[in-house]
């Protein structure tokens, strides 16, 4: 399984940015996937996750409002959507995907959750 997030880069503070994330060697449509972002000298932590056919979401509390995950099966494709994107959003974000398949409620927040990731993306924003 092969997971590379894209789509980091560096902005500006308010600016947006898409982030995205195609997992090959998976069947896609049957897992639960999730961002997470680790910023330097933090933990990795999480930021959002969605349920396998896209009908649940679950967010950080602080990127409520600000972040939009959503996915794509026919394209076998997870965004995130970065809004008004602030200093403190500066991290690599990473995809992940859930370790086992049709994952039930409630959406995991935990990296043990998660048993595939990818390379992640750089995301830094000036102020």
């Known amino acids: 399984v092969q997971l590379q997030a894209c789509g980091g880069g560096l902005v500006q503070a308010g600016d947006s940015l898409r982030l995205s994330c195609a997992p090959a060697?998976?069947?896609?449509?049957?897992?639960?996937m999730g961002w997470f972002r680790q910023a330097p000298g933090k933990a990795r932590e999480f930021v959002a996750a969605?349920?396998?056919?896209?009908?649940?979401?679950s967010y950080e509390e602080s990127v409520k409002g600000q972040f939009t995950i959503f996915r794509d099966n026919a394209k076998n494709t997870v965004y995130l959507q970065v809004n008004s994107l602030k200093p403190e959003d500066t991290a690599v974000y990473y995809c992940?995907?859930?370790?086992?398949?049709?994952?039930?409620?409630?959406?995991?927040?935990?990296?043990?959750?998660?048993?595939?990731w990818g390379q992640g993306t750089q995301v830094t924003v000036s102020s």
């Open positions: 060697g998976l069947t896609f449509s049957i897992y639960v």
């Open positions: 969605i349920s396998w056919s896209g009908g649940r979401t």
């Open positions: 992940a995907a859930d370790r086992v398949a049709f994952s039930p409620q409630p959406l995991k927040q935990s990296t043990d959750g998660y048993a595939y």
